[in-house]
C-alpha cells in the first residue's frame, strides 16, 4: 500500500486475467501524450496487447495500482537473456520495464512504487539488469530515473535513449562457511563414524558368533577399539 498524498492510497499488486475490461479502460482513459509517451504510438490496446500487459506470457511481470477499486497506473518487466560474453558467460538476465500512471495520477509517487515493485521481484527472479527505452523528449521519466537510481546508465539511439539500471544481487542467507582446521576436525568425526560403525557391525558379528559358538577360554569382553579414540583426536 502507498500513500501517495495525504487524502490518497494507492494498493500495488500482480495483474489477474480478470482485469483485462478494466485494464482496457485504463488505457483508453489515458491522454494521448501518456499513451504516446508510453507506446512511442498512440496505441489503443487490442485482445491481444491486453493479453500481453496482463502478464499473459511466462516471460512478462505485470502489476497495476489500484485505488478505490479502479487501476491508477500499470508497469510490466519483459525477461529476456541477452547474448553470452566474456564477463557474462552464461548471458545477462535482463527485463525492460514499461510503466504509465493515469494522468490525474501522475507526480504523488505511484510510477517510483511501481518501478520499485517490479525491481523487488525482478530481483527475485535472479534478474540481474533493467532496461528501458525512453523518448529523449520524456523529461518527468529521464527525472525520475536519474532521481530514484543514479547508477543508470544513459545511452543514445537513433530514436530513443537506452536506460540502464544495474540490480544487485539479493542478499540470500549463505550456508556456513568452515575454516580448515574446522572441515578437518569434520572429516575427521565423520571417518571415525564410518569406522565406529564398522567396529559396531564387527563387534556385533564377534558377539553373534560367541553367542553361536561357545566362546573360547578367557575371552571374557570384546577388545577395545583403540584406533577410534586415536582418531577422533588428530592431532595425537
Ligand atoms: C513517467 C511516469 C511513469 C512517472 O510516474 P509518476 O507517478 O508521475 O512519478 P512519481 O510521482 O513517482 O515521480 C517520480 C519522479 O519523477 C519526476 N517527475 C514526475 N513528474 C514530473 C514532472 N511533471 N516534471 C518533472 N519531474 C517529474 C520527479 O523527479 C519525481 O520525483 P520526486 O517527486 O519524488 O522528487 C508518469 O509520468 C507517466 O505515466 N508518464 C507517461 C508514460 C511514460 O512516460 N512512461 C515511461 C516510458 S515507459
Request: hydrophobic share 45%.
Amino acid at each position: 500500500m502507498i500513500r501517495t498524498d495525504s487524502r490518497a492510497t494507492a494498493a500495488i499488486r500482480p495483474v489477474h486475467p480478470a482485469d483485462r475490461p478494466a485494464l482496457g479502460g485504463f488505457f483508453e482513459d489515458l491522454s494521448l501524450e501518456s499513451r504516446y509517451l508510453r507506446f512511442f504510438a498512440p496505441v489503443r490496446p487490442t485482445a491481444s496487447l491486453l493479453r500481453v500487459l496482463s502478464g499473459g506470457p511466462a516471460n512478462v511481470d505485470a502489476v497495476v495500482a489500484v485505488a478505490d477499486g479502479v487501476i491508477v497506473g500499470h508497469a510490466m518487466a519483459t525477461d529476456r537473456v541477452e547474448a553470452r560474453t566474456f564477463e557474462d558467460p552464461c548471458g545477462a538476465s535482463v527485463t525492460e520495464i514499461g510503466v504509465v500512471v493515469a494522468d490525474a495520477w501522475q507526480r504523488r509517487g505511484v510510477g517510483t512504487a511501481l518501478m520499485r515493485t517490479l525491481i523487488t521481484r525482478a530481483q527475485a527472479r535472479g534478474v540481474t539488469s533493467l532496461a528501458m527505452d525512453v523518448l529523449p523528449s520524456n523529461r518527468r521519466m529521464l527525472a525520475m530515473i536519474t532521481g530514484h537510481w543514479p547508477q543508470a546508465v544513459i545511452t543514445h539511439s537513433p530514436d530513443s535513449l537506452e536506460i540502464r539500471i544495474p540490480l544487485p544481487r539479493l542478499q540470500l542467507p549463505q550456508p556456513q562457511m568452515r575454516t580448515a582446521p574446522q572441515l578437518v576436525r569434520a572429516l575427521v568425526t565423520l571417518g571415525a563414524a564410518a569406522l565406529i560403525g564398522r567396529a559396531r557391525r564387527d563387534l556385533r558379528t564377534q558377539r553373534e558368533r560367541a553367542h553361536d559358538h561357545k566362546p573360547a577360554a578367557g575371552w571374557s569382553k570384546p577388545p577395545r577399539i583403540r584406533t577410534l579414540g586415536r582418531l577422533s583426536t588428530p592431532s595425537s
